[in-house]
């Protein structure tokens, strides 16, 4: 089962920021927290990956604060093709991680 | 570079055919997976593979059997196909030893066991 809580979908328009907070309330010492993005009809994709305070790579920011018990993903200035299912997990290795159902992100003109 | 690959893309099974789904990867990674993924769902660990040889149950197991062949292939057995067995499949790969939990997917096969 899902370790996390995260919204069902969000909307957007393009060029906004678009803000996705999940919930660890049980999360482990040694789990980091890592995000994947999925477009339709296609496998997930790894965005970025944290343990805890800010991270930034080429596509996306994550928050994390300090007592590490929700994090947010950051897309910057949305465009059309960032339309998908974005999954929040947790986790010390990558042999359990856990896909809940993701949030929908839907971008629109 | 093809990356993770899986074979078929689609399948139509009969309920009690059998089946073998396919799995290569070309990254060198040690670690290996099969997921499902039922609509409107996440994704659910069948089986995994943390290296050459090796392989250990993941969440949804019952039904299926896994081969790590090689270092580069994990194949997917469905002994007894189950309509509750229609799903698209996923296979990914890793590399551990990093510190990121960044898993490489294949496309999926679409199977529907009728």
């Known amino acids: 089962l899902a370790k996390t809580t995260q919204p069902i979908s969000m909307d957007s328009y393009e060029g906004q920021e678009v803000n996705i907070t999940c919930s660890h309330n049980n999360i482990a010492t040694n789990d980091y927290i890592t995000w994947y993005q999925q477009f339709p009809s296609q496998g997930p994709r790894f965005i970025i990956q944290g343990y805890k305070t800010k991270v930034t790579n080429e596509v996306a920011s994550l928050f994390i604060p300090a007592d590490r018990k929700s994090s947010t993903l950051s897309l910057p200035r949305v465009s059309l093709s960032d339309t998908a299912v974005y999954y929040c997990l947790e986790g010390s290795n990558d042999y359990k991680l856990s896909f809940g159902a993701g949030t929908t992100v839907t971008v629109r003109a | 570079n093809a990356g993770v690959t899986q074979t078929p893309k689609f399948q139509v099974l009969k309920t009690g055919q059998s089946m073998t789904l396919q799995c290569a990867q070309d990254m060198n990674h040690n670690s290996m997976y099969w997921y499902r993924q039922d609509p409107g769902m996440g994704l659910r660990l069948i089986y995994y593979s943390a290296s050459e040889g090796t392989t250990d149950k993941g969440e949804v197991p019952n039904g299926y059997n896994v081969s790590r062949l090689n270092k580069r292939e994990f194949s997917l057995r469905l002994e007894s196909a189950a309509p509750s067995q229609t799903s698209v499949y996923f296979c990914?790969?890793?590399?551990?030893?990093?510190?990121?939990?960044?898993?490489?997917f294949g496309p999926g096969t679409r199977l529907t066991v009728t």
């Open positions: 990914a790969s890793s590399l551990q030893g990093l510190g990121t939990y960044e898993q490489y």
